[in-house]
Structure formats: structure tokens, C-alpha cells
């Protein structure tokens, strides 16, 4: 196995909330304004229903090295959804912006079917074994012809682990469809009515590259985000591309996030956008940190748009150990609560979107050793 090491670089600055809630001012303010504050709050935060599916929550019990399909159960493992402390409106203290990329591991190339998960357990159904607490390799058998199925229970929510007795809810079917030229792994979760995920996932590498994409949809049987998401990495910059839609409430988000990689100053630019009917509301801007010896400063400089129009702007610095400093200016007043609401949902959104998109794309980050993250989340 080929390897490309490089050390974590994490960008990260402190957007105090004080700084959404300041006086206004009409230095370079326009006439854009929000047209539904609380609504673009709720459907920024309805983006992450559809996770909520019991059977969804279910994957996290399935961990790494459980079963002797190891390689399999870690992927699938970090398939979980959203995590509690991730949700939104979760820790309003304060919010930060970063990007990282750890260690990518770049595997040999793909040869078929087989290259993800081995052929001698194709068709296997992993089930819980309350004696040992882990999967195990079940005797029954009608898991997916070129991959396997794990039995999915109703989970006790002190342990999360299977509740006693074991209550099934669904299961898992995790198909090799790799080929020569790449790796894809199809994940498919459902019960017996309803599909609860449905989506691709192909990681393709070379020596000294790496791009994961992840297309498909994921739903609690009424609400339906539709998703393609793209995760690249080289050894000078980490970029992610998302876009999700989803039904009820029909609204749409888009995330683009670029990381040039500098021995010592590096810059994260960004564009998280939501449209709902006919408003576009968007957050774009530049984050750029210099590493030095005691930590790290950064300069940070935000747009936020409504239909291309200035709504507000946030500009300022931060230095590790020591307080930030930012300027909010405004629609030349104060903002209104439910305004500064919809500010901090948009801020928060990126990264509860990333732990979503995280855990449609971490099959392929576990199976190559690889992982890429952007958090907007105190």
C-alpha cells in the first residue's frame, strides 16, 4: 500500500455571537433584507430530519473490529447521522470556521468487485450477539450477492447499543461495486416498507490525490434529502462541494469550501448558500490563518447576500489564547431577534451539514484511511 502522510492542518477562528448583535452600521450596507427570518431559520435546520430515521440511528452500533469483516463494520460504523452535539442551534455560545484534511492513505488500485469487501463473505447477514456485545457472522443468509447485510435493532439509549431483547428495525446492505479503475461501495438502508438511504459512494486515487463522491438520497419516509457530494484532497489543497435538496420543506443548499495549504499561512474560502421559493440567502467569504510557534492568528472577512444584494458584513482577526475582535456591519440598524437567529443558523448550518455529508461519505474515508471535514460549530 501506497501512502501519502501529511499532518492535520486545522484552521480555526472564534466568531463570537455578540459580534451578529452589535449596533448597526450603514457604512456599505444596501437595501437587501431577509424576507422570512424564522422561516429561513426552520428550513436551515430541516435540512437534518430526514437523519432521524430510526433505522439510520441504528448504524451506530455496528463498531470496528466487531466482526471479522473489520474493514467493513468501521465504515459502516461512522455511517451514524447527525450527532447530538452537532445539531443546530447546539452550543450558541459561539461558532468557528475550519477545514481540515488528516493523513489521506492512497490505496493500490481497485481490481473489481471484491476490492472492498471480500468475496468469501458475499451474502452473509451479520446479527447482534447480545453475549459477546458485537456483530457476528449470522447463519442466515440473503445479504446482497456481491456484498453483506447487517440486521439493524432498536437501540437502548443509554448504551447505544441493541436494546434487550432485540427488536430489528431494518437492516443494511453494503454492495462492492468497485471496478478496475475505481472503488464504490452502494449502501442501501431500509425495513420492510420503506428505504431509508439509497446512495453510491466511488473514491477514486492516484499516488498523490483523492476524490470521494457520494450520490443518492437519504429519508425518514417523508421528508427526502436528495444529495451529491464530492470530497477532493492533494498534498497543497482540500476541497469540498455539496449540494442537497430537500423536498419538505422544499429548500436547497449548496457548500463550496477550498483549503490552500501554505507552510505557514493557509486560506479557507467559502460559499454556503440556502434557496428557498424565490430567495437565495448566502454566506461567502475568507478565512486566512498564519501558523507561528504559540498557536495561530487569523483575519476572517464574510458577505452575507440576499439575491446577490449585501445583507451584511463580518470582518476581523483572532489569535489563539487571546479574544477575537470582529465588526459586524448591517442594514445601517439593529438587527432584530429573529434576524440575529437566522444569522446564527446560517453560520452554524455548514457544519451540521458536514457531520450529514460526514456520514454519507465515511465508507470510503475509513476504507482508505482518508478523512475531510469543514465545521462552522463552537
Not at 188 to 199: E, F, M, P
Not at 203 to 227: E, K, N
Not at 300 to 308: C, E, K, M, P, S
Request: aromatic residues 6%.
Amino acid at each position: 500500500m501506497q501512502q501519502l502522510r501529511k499532518s492535520a492542518m486545522v484552521l480555526a477562528v472564534a466568531v463570537c455571537t455578540a459580534a451578529l448583535i452589535g449596533c448597526g452600521d450603514s457604512t456599505g450596507s444596501t437595501n437587501a433584507a431577509l424576507s422570512d427570518p424564522p422561516g429561513l431559520s426552520g428550513d436551515v435546520q430541516s435540512l437534518g430530519t430526514p437523519f432521524q430515521a430510526g433505522a439510520f440511528h441504528s448504524l451506530g452500533a455496528i463498531s470496528a473490529g466487531s466482526t471479522p469483516l473489520a474493514r467493513t463494520t468501521s465504515l459502516l460504523a461512522a455511517l451514524s447521522p447527525i450527532r447530538p452535539s452537532s445539531a443546530p442551534g447546539a452550543g450558541a455560545g459561539k461558532q468557528a470556521l475550519a477545514l481540515r484534511a488528516v493523513s489521506p492513505s492512497f490505496l493500490t488500485a481497485p481490481a473489481g468487485p471484491g476490492s472492498l469487501i471480500p468475496s468469501s463473505y458475499w451474502g452473509h447477514v451479520f446479527v447482534w450477539d447480545a453475549g459477546s456485545g458485537q456483530y457476528v457472522d449470522g447463519s442466515a443468509t440473503g445479504g446482497p450477492a456481491a456484498g453483506v447485510r447487517f440486521t439493524l435493532y432498536a437501540l437502548d439509549p443509554l448504551t447505544g447499543q441493541p436494546a434487550s431483547p432485540l427488536n430489528p428495525v431494518g437492516y443494511a446492505d453494503l454492495t462492492d461495486e468497485s471496478t478496475n479503475a475505481q472503488y464504490r461501495l452502494h449502501v442501501l438502508v431500509a425495513d420492510a416498507t420503506t428505504t431509508y438511504a439509497d446512495y453510491v459512494v466511488s473514491v477514486t486515487t492516484t499516488s498523490t490525490s483523492f476524490l470521494a463522491q457520494a450520490t443518492g438520497f437519504v429519508t425518514d419516509g417523508t421528508h427526502r434529502l436528495d444529495f451529491s457530494n464530492a470530497a477532493s484532497v492533494t498534498a497543497s489543497q482540500v476541497g469540498l462541494d455539496y449540494n442537497l435538496a430537500l423536498n419538505q420543506p422544499a429548500v436547497s443548499a449548496h457548500l463550496v469550501a477550498t483549503l490552500a495549504i501554505g507552510s505557514s499561512t493557509s486560506v479557507l474560502t467559502t460559499t454556503f448558500s440556502v434557496t428557498r421559493g424565490s430567495e437565495t440567502v448566502a454566506l461567502s467569504g475568507r478565512l486566512t490563518a498564519t501558523q507561528t510557534q504559540s498557536g495561530f492568528t487569523a483575519s476572517a472577512n464574510f458577505v452575507i447576500t440576499v439575491n446577490g444584494g449585501q445583507f451584511a458584513t463580518i470582518t476581523g482577526t483572532a489569535q489563539s489564547e487571546a479574544s477575537s475582535s470582529f465588526t459586524y456591519v448591517g442594514p445601517g440598524r439593529a438587527l432584530t431577534q429573529a434576524e440575529r437567529d437566522a444569522l446564527d443558523r446560517l453560520f452554524e448550518a455548514p457544519g451540521v451539514l458536514s457531520a450529514t455529508v460526514d456520514a454519507l461519505l465515511a465508507p470510503a474515508e475509513h476504507l482508505l484511511g482518508t478523512s475531510t471535514s469543514f465545521a462552522m460549530s463552537g
